[in-house]
């Protein structure tokens, strides 16, 4: 049985950061890619970043140069390391592996 358990979040001021982990069992972890997306109150889930099984990014241009995803294959866990957190980034942060396979989220909330 896959699980996918995010943590990490939290509540943070504008211009604070926050390191969210997925970790994955049951899975063969290293074969799959990994994403990171966000739902924010009213709105659909949006990609922030994807991670392939190589370790090479993408990031949403919202992301990109605040966010870092990264992965450890020995750990079967991905990262999401978040700098410079606006109110427009508040929201629950989900982790997935496009194979139908979702965590039950965390969230953040960035707010003065």
């Known amino acids: 049985q896959v699980q996918l358990v995010e943590s990490g979040g939290g509540s943070v001021q504008p211009g604070g950061s926050l390191r969210l982990t997925c970790v994955a069992s049951g899975t063969n972890f290293r074969n799959d890619a990994m994403g990171w997306h966000r739902q924010s109150a009213g709105k659909e889930r949006e990609l922030v970043a994807v991670?392939?099984?190589?370790?090479?990014?993408t990031y949403t241009d919202s992301a990109q140069g605040r966010f870092t995803i990264s992965r450890d294959d020995a750990k079967n866990t991905v990262y999401l390391e978040m700098s410079n957190l606006t109110p427009e980034d508040t929201g629950i942060y989900y982790c997935?592996?496009?194979?139908?396979?979702w965590g039950q989220g965390t969230q953040v909330s960035v707010s003065s």
């Open positions: 991670i392939t099984t190589n370790g090479a990014p």
């Open positions: 997935t592996n496009y194979k139908g396979h």
